[in-house]
Nanobody
Framework: QVQLKESGGGLVQPGGSLRLSCVAS????????MGWYRQAPGKQREFVAV???????NYGDSVRERFSISRDYAENTVYLQMNDLKPEDTAVYYC?????????????WGQGIQVTVSA
């Protein structure tokens, strides 16, 4: 079984910053990538950022210049530093783990953490 534990969400004013963390644990063999998605009320889940285990990163267009993803490989942890937050960043943020387990590669999801940007 694989568990993803997210932390760091909350309420922040426009222009502020937050840092999300996600720790992966459980029975997986090798991590291929870790990343973040988000879902705002009434909208589909949206890609935010990903870092593959080789180090390359990719970002959604709406966050590219403001968010930064990083990983602690030893701790199986992924971080999302969010700067210059805007009201449209308000959403539930989900941690994603893409990992090999029993010779199969699959996606695993955290339960989600709320980020609210409001004055």
């Amino acid at each position: 079984q694989v568990q993803l534990k997210e932390s760091g969400g909350g309420l922040v004013q426009p222009g502020g910053s937050l840092r999300l963390s996600c720790v992966a644990s459980g029975s997986f063999d090798r991590i291929a990538a870790m990343g973040w998605y988000r879902q705002a009320p009434g909208k589909q889940r949206e890609f935010v950022a990903v870092q593959v285990s080789g180090g390359a990163t990719n970002y959604g267009d709406s966050v590219r210049e403001r968010f930064s993803i990083s990983r602690d490989y030893a701790e199986n942890t992924v971080y999302l530093q969010m700067n210059d937050l805007k009201p449209e960043d308000t959403a539930v943020y989900y941690c994603n783990l893409n990992a090999w387990r029993r010779r199969a590669r699959d996606d695993y999801w955290g339960q989600g953490i709320q980020v609210t940007v409001s004055a």
